[in-house]
């Protein structure tokens, strides 16, 4: 899923509304819906969802875009506006190989390295080539390539672990990710 927001909310890579997003990360819990994996760009942000059907996945995102548009309208004294620029955007996966190249990409999207997507100066400034997006769920991510070990995934963590086979097992027949791969590269 990608959701969009409107021209005058772009740096959601900023502290304030970074944690907004975080705290409605780790609210959104809805039976049949888990948010797995997650990155916030400047004015975007990526998430890896599952659901166990197509009302469950409108409803879940429906939640999610109300409680970015609340929590951040609320963070910055309004009443309300416009926060989220269009409806989300969704892509099903169905092959290990596209779950991969998808983890990928979200969880390595930005990295303040100009040889990564997106580079920028901003939270993820103070990273490097060979460490984690702070502005994103890698350090709760088991499948790093030589990584050390993710932190636990608890009731009041900003993702869920996945339970579709896909997304917990099968992708990784097409070998662990590594930190300083460049997503969408060669």
């Known amino acids: 899923m990608t959701i969009r927001v409107v021209q005058q909310m772009r740096s959601l890579r900023k502290r304030k509304k970074y944690k907004v997003l975080y705290d409605v990360f780790c609210k959104t819990r809805r039976p049949g819906f888990r948010i797995c994996q997650y990155s916030v760009q400047d004015d975007h942000i990526h998430l890896i969802v599952e659901a166990t059907n197509r009302a469950t996945m409108t409803a879940g995102m429906r939640s999610v875009n109300i409680r970015i548009g609340k929590g951040i309208n609320r963070a910055f004294g309004r009443k309300s506006g416009k926060v989220i620029g269009q409806r989300y955007h969704e892509e099903h996966l169905g092959s290990p190989r596209q779950v ?10 930005y990295i303040a390295n100009n040889s990564r997507r997106h580079g920028g100066k901003d939270i993820g400034a103070a990273g490097g080539p060979d460490s984690f997006d702070p502005c994103s769920s890698a350090e709760y991510f088991s499948g790093w390539k030589g990584a050390k070990d993710p932190v636990p995934i608890t009731p009041d963590a900003p993702v869920s672990a996945p339970r579709t086979l896909l997304l917990r097992k099968l992708w990784r027949r097409h070998q662990l990710i590594e930190l300083n791969a460049v997503p969408g590269a060669g």
């Open 100 to 109: 991969r190249n998808t983890l990928a990409y979200v969880l390595n999207n």
